[in-house]
């Protein structure tokens, strides 16, 4: 099972990115998928949650309003819009599968992708 995760980059505060996560090996369709992300040498915070219906979100209160996930299970796919981008959103994201609980934290999720960096700058 592999979850890869794409679409960091370099952006200047106030623009936009959109990541993706596609899953391999198996489906996700019923399953829990997040989005954290972290600094070095620091905890991995959550970011956003969506469950298997995809109706079902959560949002860390400093994302709500900017950030949106969303999922095309046929695809095996979760993304993370992100809009209205600040510095201290700058971090390595990682997207997530598997969490018996919403929105979970980062012990809570038996996948994890490899991480993109997303880098803000004012």
């Known amino acids: 099972v592999q979850l890869q995760a794409s679409g960091g980059g370099l952006v200047q505060a106030g623009g936009s990115l959109r990541l993706s996560c596609a899953a391999f090996g198996r489906t996700f369709r019923g399953s829990v998928m997040g989005w954290f992300r972290q600094l070095p040498g620091k905890e991995r915070d959550f970011v956003a949650v969506?469950?298997?219906?995809?109706?079902?979100?959560y949002y860390a209160d400093s994302v709500k309003g900017r950030f949106t996930i969303s999922r095309d299970s046929a695809k095996n796919t979760v993304y993370l819009q992100m809009n209205t981008l600040k510095p201290e959103d700058t971090a390595v994201y990682y997207c997530?599968?598997?969490?018996?609980?919403?929105?979970?934290?980062?012990?809570?999720?038996?996948?994890w992708g490899q991480g993109t960096q997303v880098t803000v700058s004012s």
């Open positions: 969506i469950g298997w219906n995809g109706t079902t979100t």
């Open positions: 997530a599968a598997d969490s018996l609980v919403m929105p979970g934290t980062s012990r809570t999720y038996k996948y």
